[in-house]
């Protein structure tokens, strides 16, 4: 497949490489470096790069796959359909909005619940998709699309945390470029994969003679844009695909946005709302047991109020008010149901939010989660801890016990994570793998048949190695 070039495309980024520096045609995969230089000790080890500014690029989104993404709307990121898997539920992707250090305290952070990805999508073209949010993030701007060629020309501003450097690491600090337009015909004429560019549905950018600026590794799925002529960002592509990083005449491949425009809008509304439609907040996946009454809320914006409520899946006990979209009653039936909820404005919008509502039988033991970051220290033998109390179960746990990790980190390879049972019996979940790759989004079965369910669990957590940072976002355990 011609794609398999910056990541599997670009996991791709601002390469800023100056031109004495030399860079091979490389397939790699989205993944940091073993060493990553910008993780340790800022920008100014960027090889003529330029930094950009906190607030510059409001829109900007860091994935934990190791891609970009851009604020389509408040619950949506479009990024490219490279970086995810298939269309459907997902919960293993974590988005950092709002900062240009990742290691920010002030950072946001959102789980995925669902990905679209472009139909049809083969690794040839049709290059983007979108991740849904678990809630928007409502203080984010969002970043409009183009709908026409009007901006195909001159120079666009590119900007990832990807690798300076074909092959070369993530950095921990956001970086920016400008990358001069290529004409389909143009950017054809490179040979090779070039060949097979698809008109219309890819745009090229790059300094064609001399190289030196580009996109990389790691920058992937991240917006290409350029303003218009009332000063507005505009996202003219996403980045996709190139060989090598920088080199004269292999210049970065992009999405070309305006072919796609009305697909992502539909795509958009489909998931709970597009620009200037109506969006609706869920509450959120839930577990509860049968006999206990329950009362869920969800919230609708954009439209034009007021909104009319309904609901479908909902388990046998419980129903939606049709004026405030509020979810009462006592369910009766166990089992897992698929949610969805809509909300219908005054001019007959629509928009949607959907969840898993999980009811346990009576006696059984529920999944429970601890969500509070808790920062891992660096090279620390002695790690952290997160509880999670269990009470109100009966008898040992399951030789299918589940527990969900979420864990923000620059390379895990550094980590051992470990179960503690009530008794102090430790079940090691990960001991040092995945080497330079981000984060860790995993869900591990264990064998806990010879514990009891009741008792105070813990996760620990230890990082092992220096220079790379991280914390523990969440986990949930599932006897």
């Known amino acids: 497949m011609r794609h398999s070039l910056r990541t599997t495309l670009r996991a791709g980024v601002v390469a800023l490489a100056g031109a004495m520096i030399a860079m091979a045609a490389a397939t790699v995969p989205a993944q940091a470096a073993p060493t990553d230089p910008g993780l340790v000790d800022g920008p100014d080890l960027v090889v003529g790069g330029t930094p950009a500014a906190q607030g510059e690029f409001p829109w900007m989104v860091r994935l934990s796959m190791g891609c970009g993404g851009a604020m389509y709307t408040q619950s949506l990121v479009l990024t490219a359909a490279h970086c995810v898997g298939a269309t459907g539920n997902n919960t293993s992707i974590t988005a950092t909005w709002g900062v240009v250090d990742l290691q920010s305290s002030s950072r946001v952070t959102r789980t995925s619940n669902y990905v679209y990805r472009a139909p049809g999508y083969n690794g040839t073209g049709k290059d983007w998709a979108l991740i849904r949010l678990s809630s928007p993030i409502t203080q984010a701007p969002l970043l409009k699309i183009a709908t026409d060629t009007s901006l195909h020309s001159g120079e666009f501003d590119v900007m990832g945390w990807g690798a300076t450097a074909s092959g070369g690491g993530q950095q921990r600090y956001l970086l920016k470029a400008k990358v001069p337009f290529i004409t389909d015909t143009q950017c054809q004429s490179a040979g090779g994969s070039y060949s097979a560019l698809v008109f219309n549905e890819e745009i090229c950018a790059g300094n064609w003679s001399s190289g030196g600026v580009d996109t990389c590794q790691g920058d992937s799925g991240g917006p290409m844009v350029k303003k218009n002529a009332s000063n507005e960002w505009i996202q003219v592509g996403i980045v996709s695909w190139g060989i090598g990083c920088a080199q004269p005449q292999k210049p970065g491949v992009y999405t070309e946005v305006r072919y796609f425009s009305t697909d992502i809008y539909n795509a958009a509304v489909s998931l709970g709302g597009a620009p200037g439609g109506v969006s609706v907040t869920g509450p959120g996946n839930q577990s509860t047991v049968v006999g206990t009454a329950v009362t869920l809320n969800s919230t609708a914006s954009g439209g034009t109020a007021p909104y009319s409520w309904s609901a479908s899946g909902l388990p046998a ?139 105070t669990w813990r996760l620990r957590v230890r990082d092992l190695a220096s220079i790379d940072t991280g914390y523990l976002n969440s986990w949930t355990l599932t006897l």
């Not at 166990?334 to 006696?363: H, I, M, Q």
């Not at 109390?389 to 746990?397: E, I, K, L, P």
């Not at 299918?400 to 923000?408: C, K, M, R």
């Open 317 to 455: 006990g419980t129903s939606i008010s049709s004026s405030t979209g509020q979810i009462t009653g006592t369910p009766t039936t166990a089992g897992s149901y698929s949610v969805t909820v809509t909300a219908t404005d005054s001019a007959s919008k629509t928009g949607t939010a959907s969840f898993t509502w999980t009811v346990n039988p009576v006696g059984g033991c529920a999944a429970s989660t601890n969500g509070t970051d808790v920062s891992i220290p660096d090279n620390n033998t002695t790690g952290v801890y997160s509880n999670i109390v269990v009470s109100g179960c009966t008898g040992n746990a399951s030789a299918t016990s589940t527990v969900e990790v979420h864990i923000v980190h620059t390379y895990k390879g550094d980590l051992v994570v470990d179960l503690v049972a009530p008794d102090g019996s430790v079940y090691n979940l990960h001991n040092r793998t995945g080497s330079s790759t981000d984060n860790i989004d995993t869900t591990y079965t264990v064998n806990l048949s010879g514990e009891v369910k009741n008792g």
